[in-house]
């Protein structure tokens, strides 16, 4: 290779190098450090890490009542929240779809601010258009989510992870598992749109914990 063209691709390579590098501090220096994870913002495939865990600030126990609304400020989300269970199949149930504006909390979860996993789920969209949860996937680490409780209590909670996964492989126990501290699972659906069957062959799933003062 002659010397000039060996002195362009080393020259190339080290820029690349040094814009790796400037990236990776601009992150470092602008992710909240509290209790978003040491990852860049986005949806991502697989299970959540271990640093996966609740927020430094954990607020004293919240009385156990109904969730009423939900709240996400990042993504335009305001809407009401209604109990739902278990369908035939013992899967979750869903608000129906002509209620574009309505999340379901999974009854036999915790209610948000107790110490478990609450989990709320909303559809993405319909034949309609867009539904409640349809922004879901763009939360960052740090995003507030804000529920407001039947006793008039707000917890806040801070989204920590945004996760896709296929729903024949559905992270039942990141989901659904005991957690000692107040955890906020959102549940949607997303990935591919399968036309024979009319679903999506996904699930996004946002894990957050609980802070105080936020």
């Known amino acids: 290779m002659p010397a000039q063209a060996r002195r362009r691709l080393l020259f190339g390579g080290a820029a690349a190098l040094l814009a790796g590098l400037l990236t990776w501090l601009a992150w470092g220096m602008l992710a ?38 939900i709240a996400i400020p990042s993504i335009g989300v305001s809407a009401p929240v209604a109990p739902v269970g278990l369908d035939r199949q013992h899967a979750l149930e869903m608000p129906p779809l002509s209620a574009h504006n309505l999340a379901g909390w999974y ?37 507030k989510i804000l529920i407001t409780e039947a006793d008039g209590y707000q917890v806040t909670f801070k989204a920590q992870w945004v996760q896709e996964a296929s729903k024949s492989a559905f992270p039942t126990q990141a989901v659904y598992g005991k957690v000692s501290y107040p955890a906020l699972r959102l549940v949607t659906c997303g990935g591919p749109f399968d036309n024979a069957t009319g679903h999506y062959l996904d699930n996004i799933i946002v894990y957050a914990s609980a802070a105080s003062g936020a």
């Open 107 to 143: 009854e036999n979860s915790v209610t948000p601010g107790q110490a478990g996993a609450s989990v709320i789920a909303g559809h993405v969209d319909s034949t309609t258009g867009p539904s409640v949860f349809f922004d879901v996937r763009n939360l960052k680490p740090g995003d």
């Open 32 to 69: 909240p450090h509290s209790d978003a994870l040491p990852v860049p913002p986005g949806v991502h495939h697989g299970a959540p890490p271990r640093s996966v865990t609740a927020a430094k600030a954990i607020p004293a126990r919240v009385p156990a009542s109904l969730p009423v609304k």
